[in-house]
């Protein structure tokens, strides 16, 4: 039994240390370029080892997405608990910058993790965690009147999607942008984040009675 145990250990251990290695050649070529015999070649493996561990590069390519959701709800609930005496909607506002710092300073994950359209790499738990988390300021937000829209899931969604199209397109355009349109993206960034979050905030009635 202990040797099954310590068997067990060294093949967990061999699987994340070809993770590791996996990661630079994704982060490297892309994961339409990467292959399987380049993979073992950075780990120091035979080809024929590497399909001891795993099926094919999708299952590696899970396990990276699987530690870049990992990384994004860590970042969102110190994100929560550094803000914690705030109003939902500035939490709402807060998730929204992570998301902009994950893509940022982890683009390798967010690439894993937003814009990989294969066949589902990861359970729907772990893909739902960091939602799961912006849902919950939506529906306190609701609760307490500070957002007017009483669909949470929807409302989330919507968030959600919002931010990764904001992300795809001004952070892939910046130069572009930068260049000819004469517009800074991270200004472009803030002041979308704001529009979307003020479109669904509940206003005060007295500035309604002005339009």
């Known amino acids: 039994m202990n040797n099954e145990t310590l068997k067990e250990k060294r093949r967990n251990r061999n699987k994340e240390e070809i993770v590791n290695y996996a990661e630079k050649v994704f ?22 080892t590497l399909y001891n561990y795993f099926r094919s590069k999708e299952e590696i390519y899970g396990c990276i997405a699987e530690r870049g959701y ?10 929560l608990k550094k803000y914690e005496g705030c109003s939902e909607i500035e939490k709402i506002k807060k998730l929204a910058y992570v998301f902009l710092e994950y893509q940022s300073n982890y683009s390798g994950y967010y690439t894993a993790t937003f814009e990989y359209t294969g066949k589902p790499l990861i359970s729907e738990e772990k893909e739902q965690s960091s939602l799961l988390i912006l849902k919950e300021c939506v529906n306190k937000a609701i609760e307490n009147g500070e957002i007017i829209y009483d669909d949470a899931t929807t409302l989330t969604l919507f968030f959600w999607s919002a931010l990764v199209g904001i992300v795809n397109t001004f952070i892939k355009k910046r130069e572009y942008i930068e260049e000819y349109i004469n517009k800074n993206v991270d200004d472009i960034i803030e002041e979308g984040i704001n529009l979307i979050i003020k479109s669904v905030e509940r206003k005060d009635d007295k500035l309604w009675r002005k339009f």
Do not use: P, Q, W
């Open 27 to 48: 982060f490297r070529k892309g994961y339409n370029e990467a292959t399987m015999e380049e993979i073992a070649e950075e780990a120091g493996y035979t080809k024929k």
């Open 70 to 79: 990992d990384i994004l709800a860590k970042m969102s609930l110190d994100t």
